[in-house]
Antibody, heavy 119, light 107 residues
């Protein structure tokens, strides 16, 4: 059974850092594209970043230069390192299996982890 | 960036109604469009991909149509469990983009 479990969210001050984790089971992270998507309170969905199976990474303009997506193949885990956090980064962050490699969309999502940026 | 216009943003309907949600792209995306359902406090769930293909386990009252720039999600006979927010998403190119969402509420 495919499962994604995020962790690492919490309260952080503006300018601070946080690292989110997404532990996967039932499939191999490194064989798939993996994306992070966020949702600000009461708002819609915003794609944040993707890491390709080959290791290439892409970011939304809103987080470029501040966030870094990575993975640990030995732990089958995806990460999102978030630096220089701003109030507008407050959101629930979801990891999702991105089937773009097969011309398909996100088919599995984690339960989400809440990041609150506030002083 | 491919911009998406989803309408309506709010839809009031009754159980048993037929409802339609639209999604328009700023440029053609062939059929690389998905629809998701999201309930409060939960992650989105994939309903339809490739514009009209039902994800496994999704009831047949859901259907999708369209290609190029104009797409539609139809729920043929609204059930109580269908009251939720629906999002379209293009996966033709990066950045992936989502529609603004349509909240389907009980009339």
């Amino acid at each position: 059974e495919v499962q994604l479990v995020e962790s690492g969210g919490g309260l952080v001050q503006p300018g601070g850092s946080l690292r989110l984790s997404c532990a996967a089971s039932g499939f191999t992270v490194s064989s798939n594209y993996m994306s992070w998507v966020r949702q600000a309170p009461g708002k819609g969905l915003e794609w944040v970043s993707v890491i390709y199976s080959g290791g290439s990474t892409y970011y939304a303009d809103s987080v470029k230069g501040r966030f870094t997506i990575s993975r640990d193949n030995s732990k089958n885990t995806l990460y999102l390192q978030m630096n220089s956090l701003r109030a507008e980064d407050t959101a629930v962050y979801y990891c999702a299996r991105d089937r773009g490699k097969y011309q398909l969309p996100f088919d599995y999502w984690g339960q989400g982890t809440l990041v609150t940026v506030s002083s | 960036v491919i911009w998406m216009t989803q309408s309506p943003s709010l839809l009031s309907a009754s159980t048993g109604d037929r409802v339609t949600i639209s999604c328009r792209m700023s440029q053609g995306i062939s059929s690389y469009l998905a629809w998701y359902q999201q309930k409060p406090g939960k992650a989105p769930e994939l309903l339809i991909y490739a514009a009209s293909t039902l994800q496994s386990g999704v009831p047949s009252r859901f259907s999708g149509s369209g290609s190029g720039t104009d797409f539609t999600l139809t729920i043929s006979c609204l059930q109580s469990e269908d009251f939720a927010t629906y999002y379209c998403q293009q996966y033709y190119s990066f950045p992936r983009t989502f529609g603004q969402g349509t909240k389907v509420e009980i009339k």
